[in-house]
């Protein structure tokens, strides 16, 4: 063999190296970016976001089976599936007007610790990546009882998009019918 044709050992485990560590580095710069993908949708007129990852479905609306004497943010229940879900209505939470759903109606099947249940979305636009630097706090003049639900707001050109805090809506006591019927009870 000519010294044209020896493979240098030393040379190639150095550039694979060099491959390899350049691309740990890209990945840390795209980590550092920091952003989130996000659900895009519309509850009435407001325009909402959440986490992509609380988001297990996006479904036509069914028929939505109403129970008595619940609080006005629950529209009801739906049996998807065999699993029995609670549909939420944002709007009522957030003092919005509250309209029938249209055709562009759809319900977002949101988890998060175990717990489900079903967003009435007048509209969804889509995911969308936002950059975590983005989300603004809620400002202190939103009632305390709706700051919970939401981990910030987007300020857009159209106007303000209010980040759903999905953990904080599923774990409020508003959201839980069995704590309210305690605390009444109690």
């Given amino acids: 063999m000519s010294a044209e044709e020896r493979y240098d050992i030393q040379k190639i485990l150095q550039d694979m190296r060099a491959e390899y560590w350049q691309g740990l580095e890209e990945e840390v710069v795209e980590q550092a970016d920091s952003s ?4 895009l949708f519309h509850a009435g007129p407001q325009r909402f976001a959440l986490d992509a990852r609380h988001c297990r479905e996006i479904i036509k609306v ?23 879900l609670a549909v939420t ?6 003092d919005l007007p509250n309209e029938e759903p249209g055709a562009t109606a759809r319900l977002v099947v949101v988890e998060n610790a175990g717990r489900k249940t079903a967003i009435l979305a007048t509209a969804v636009d889509g995911l969308e990546p936002i950059a975590t630097d983005a ?22 050109p159209e106007g303000i998009m209010l980040v759903l805090n999905v953990g904080g809506l599923l774990g409020s006591s508003t959201m839980n019918v069995a704590q309210k019927e305690e605390q009444s009870l109690g």
């Fill in 62 to 84: 069914p028929k939505i089976i109403r129970v008595p004497r619940l609080p006005s943010h629950f529209r009801g229940i739906i049996n998807l599936r065999g699993e029995i």
């Fill in 89 to 94: 209505d944002l709007r009522p939470l957030f």
């Fill in 135 to 156: 989300i603004e706090e809620v400002a202190r003049g939103v009632g305390e009882n709706k700051r919970e639900f939401l981990s910030g707001k987007v300020v857009l």
């Fill in 36 to 39: 989130n993908e996000m659900l």
